[in-house]
């Protein structure tokens, strides 16, 4: 069965320094692979995906995520963190539907 | 464009009564699913369709019906309300499966409360 984790509840960065957001993953076959952010009160919204090609995809806001094979791994990125990017943040992965990790709440702090 | 609209957002139910979670979508998508959030559990598929008259279970199901009698909507029915199903729910569409990746588009969600 498909699946990913999120091994960090939480991740606390001061803004302007780059943040990590990580997830791993297990598949069978090729992944596709997904970032979604939550703020208080709403739905998901769509950050960024992994379907094949270059494994440095840009996503919505300035988030990327790196895809790596041999690690399993596909963790969002940014380089200078906004106190605004503080929200809850889910990796996904390709099953008959999504499926979703628990997320991690990423706080900002000024 | 409204996108995916969720109502009611709010509800308090009885244990055993019964209602449905309306969803309704004008982006004409064929994909449209049901989810549940659980604080620190991450989002369950409940059924999910892949387009009007089909739908199909998903993770979590039990206690729950869904109907697709036409492309905008997708409700959701709890027939027999627990308080497990107390819970956060998501609708969501997508133009095409996730077998092609497609990105979800997501409901602000109701949330529910059974006591």
């Known amino acids: 069965a498909q699946s990913v984790a999120q091994p960090e509840d939480q991740v606390n960065v001061a803004e302007g320094n780059p943040l990590t957001v990580k997830c791993t993953y297990s598949?069978?076959?090729?992944?596709?692979l997904f970032w979604y952010v939550q703020y208080p009160n709403r739905g998901l919204q769509f950050l960024l995906k992994?379907?094949?090609?270059?494994?440095l995809v840009k996503g919505s806001y300035g988030f990327e995520a790196e895809f790596n094979k041999s690690q399993t791994s596909f963790h969002l990125k940014k380089p200078s963190a906004l106190v605004s990017d503080s929200a809850l943040y889910f990796c996904?992965?390709?099953?008959?539907?999504?499926?979703f990790g628990k997320g991690t709440t990423l706080s900002v702090s000024s | 464009n409204a996108g995916v609209t969720q109502t009611p957002k709010f509800r308090i139910l009885k244990i055993g009564q019964s209602m449905t979670l309306q969803c309704t979508q004008d982006?004409?998508?064929?994909?449209m699913y049901w989810y549940r959030q659980d604080p620190g559990m991450g989002l369950k598929l409940i059924y999910y369709?892949?387009?009007?008259?089909?739908?199909d279970k998903g993770e979590v199901p039990n206690g729950y019906n869904v109907s697709r009698s036409t492309t905008e909507d997708f409700p959701l029915r709890l027939e027999l309300a627990a308080p497990s199903q107390t819970s956060v729910y998501f609708c969501?569409?997508?133009?095409?499966?996730?077998?092609?990746?497609?990105?979800?588009?997501f409901g602000n969600g109701t949330r529910l409360t059974v006591t």
């Open positions: 969501a569409s997508s133009t095409r499966g996730q077998g092609a990746g497609s990105p979800l588009h």
């Open positions: 598949v069978s076959g090729n992944p596709y």
């Open positions: 992994y379907i094949t090609g270059d494994n």
């Open positions: 996904a992965v390709r099953d008959s539907a999504l499926i």
């Open positions: 982006m004409n998508h064929n994909y």
């Open positions: 369709s892949v387009g009007a008259g089909i739908t």
